[in-house]
């Protein structure tokens, strides 16, 4: 079974510019979640879609964003790019919703931005 | 909001050395894993504990979750440079919005 896609790997953007990722889950899981690592914060959750809709959202501006497709893949997009924004992008899958669910990740994208 | 608190930070230890690293928090969890991330890699799970007073074995690395179900411990035997990382504890509430600890480094040297 294929393990969680993430692309790009690497990604280098200019301030003010905006980008895309992308994720491609696990077959079968329907619940993407997206996080931001740093340094300095660690991993913060970002936001959860499950069967296109999303569940949960954490503490990060409007200029974030994300949706899922039917097939569950998920993209999340970023606009007008900080220099704050540079950091490792992870996409994780699960199979379902619900407590005690464990998660699976990519292997990231790392984005730069100057 | 629940936090969980990692220490050390840091571990730095020689080949063969044991080592204890610890997952706390105020909070009760119904459920934790832990994940070992390599530098520019995504974190990998390890282990899900989710019964109070739960032991798991993976090999060298014996994983305990808190009697009340508040924090959690990884030993790891004789370490070795391949387990060089950051360990990661993470507690659940919803699947997909896991509380993540700010991890451990940890470097074996041989």
């Known amino acids: 079974k294929a393990g969680v896609t993430q692309t790009p790997r690497y990604l280098i953007k200019t301030r003010g510019q905006q980008v895309t990722l992308s994720c491609s889950p696990i077959s079968g899981h329907r619940s993407v979640s997206w996080y931001q690592q740093t340094p300095g914060q660690g991993l913060q959750f970002l936001f959860e879609y499950f069967s296109e809709t999303q569940r949960n959202k954490g503490n990060f501006p409007g200029r974030f964003s994300g949706r899922q497709f039917s097939n569950s893949r998920s993209e999340m997009n970023v606009s007008t790019l900080e220099l704050g924004d540079s950091a490792l992008y992870l996409c994780a899958s699960s199979s379902r919703q619900g407590r005690g669910t464990e998660a699976f990740f990519g292997q990231g994208t790392r984005l730069t931005v100057v | ?110």
């Not at chain 2, 459920?31 to 995504?42: A, K, N």
């Not at chain 2, 014996?62 to 990661?88: C, E, N, V």
Request: charged content about 15%; proline content about 5%; overall charge neutral.
């Open chain 2, 1 to 110: 909001t629940q936090l969980l608190e990692q220490s050390p930070q840091f571990l730095s230890i020689q080949e063969g050395e044991n080592l204890t690293v610890y997952c706390n928090s105020s909070s009760v969890f119904s459920s934790l894993q832990w994940y070992r991330q390599e530098p520019g890699e995504g974190p990998v799970l390890l282990v899900t504990v989710v019964t109070g007073g739960e032991v798991k074995k993976l090999k060298r690395l014996t994983f305990q979750f808190g009697d009340a179900r508040k924090d959690s411990s990884l030993h790891i035997t004789a370490a070795q440079p391949g387990d060089t990382g950051l360990y990661l504890c993470a507690g659940g509430g919803n699947a997909g919005k896991s509380t993540f600890g700010d991890g451990t480094t940890l470097t074996v040297k041989p």
